[in-house]
T-cell receptor, first 111, second 112 residues
């Protein structure tokens, strides 16, 4: 039982490049989330999904897009990366009334 | 923005002492609260949770206290160990089906 798996673990992008971060969970959770974590800022919600085929904006959605085509996967896309998107990205999932299970994070640097 | 804050950004204790990490939350209607532990280079790990109809919950070496009157949440760690050194986050949920809102974290340092 792997829990929540994020790929890749590290990535360096040039400004303007695009990429997709993949989150996969094997717990049959309905809810999935993408957070970013910056020094001194805690965890901030980017986008989330309450079920397959649905997505919603969080606190800091600008510059990101998401898709939830399959229940077990939640993709986070950066269409044109900017240095301000340098961060550690965490995916999480849960059932409605339970706490989150987090992945181990993706460290992204945009130069 | 949202305001789930922690009173102190850092806390230093001696091994064997009891630690208390505090958190003030913003929404009196929040129904669910969680404490997470995050070690360097890892994702947050669930420690303990509490629902708004309770004021205390105990786990192994940890206790969470909820004071809804003053919107205050605390995490008590008994007999703190070096392995407890990490960043601790509190989080609140405003209502079922919404996302958790996290505080900025308290760094706990345990010295031997």
């Amino acid at each position: 039982n792997a829990g929540v798996t994020q790929t890749p673990k590290f990535r360096v992008l040039k400004t303007g490049q695009s990429m997709t971060l993949l989150c996969a969970q094997d717990m049959n959770h309905e809810y999935m989330y993408w957070y970013r974590q910056d020094p001194g800022m805690g965890l901030r919600l980017i986008h989330y999904s309450v079920g397959e085929g649905t997505t919603a904006k969080g606190e800091v959605p600008d510059g990101y897009n998401v898709s939830r085509l399959k229940k077990q996967n939640f993709l986070l896309g950066l269409e044109s990366a900017a240095p301000s998107q340098t961060s550690v990205y965490f995916c999480a999932s849960n059932r409605e009334r339970d706490g989150y299970t987090f992945g181990s994070g993706t460290r992204l640097t945009v130069v | 923005g949202e305001n789930v804050g922690l009173h102190l950004p850092t806390l230093s204790v001696q091994e064997g002492d009891n630690s208390i990490i505090n958190c003030a939350y913003s929404n009196s209607a929040s129904d669910y609260f969680i404490w997470y532990k995050q070690e360097s280079g890892k994702g947050p790990q669930f420690i303990i949770d509490i629902r708004s109809n309770m004021d205390k919950r105990q786990g192994q070496r940890v206790t969470v206290l909820l004071n809804k009157t003053v919107k205050h949440l605390s995490l008590q760690i008994a007999a703190t160990q070096p392995g407890d050194s990490a960043v601790y986050f509190c989080a609140e949920r405003k209502q079922a089906g919404t996302a958790l809102i996290f505080g900025k974290g308290t760094t706990l340092s345990v010295s031997s």
